[in-house]
């Protein structure tokens, strides 16, 4: 069965900082492309952070860049997204993708985890 779990959400001041992890199990982690989004209230979900299956290369939102850093573990079938210099507007339900590198209809969600950033 294909399961992914996020964790680490929380509050947090502005300036602060989160690592948030997913664990995934139930298909090949390896040979998928993995990445974040975030869907805030009133708001669509967005893309924030992406790594890929082969060369593990990432990309970002341009509201992200700088202060978020996606990195993956293979071993250990996890992804994480650590999140610096948090503001405000980070503030959202994160969720956990994984999308097959040759299938795309072979794609999963988590469940989310809620960031809250505020004074």
């Known amino acids: 069965q294909v399961e992914l779990v996020e964790s680490g959400g929380g509050s947090v001041q502005p300036g602060g900082s989160l690592r948030l992890s997913c664990a995934a199990s139930?298909?090949?982690?390896?040979?998928?492309?993995l990445g974040w989004y975030r869907q805030a209230p009133g708001k669509e979900r967005e893309l924030v952070a992406s790594?890929?299956?082969?060369?593990?290369?990432?990309a970002y939102a341009d509201s992200v860049k700088g202060r978020f850093t996606i990195s993956r573990d293979n071993a250990k079938n996890t992804v994480y997204l650590q999140m610096n210099s948090l503001k405000p507007e980070d503030t959202a339900v994160y969720y956990c993708?994984?999308?097959?590198?040759?299938?795309?209809?072979?794609?999963?969600w988590g469940k989310g985890t809620l960031v809250t950033v505020s004074l």
């Open positions: 790594i890929f299956s082969v060369s593990s290369s990432s």
């Open positions: 993708n994984a999308v097959h590198w040759v299938y795309s209809d072979r794609n999963y």
């Open positions: 139930g298909f090949s982690f390896s040979r998928y492309a």
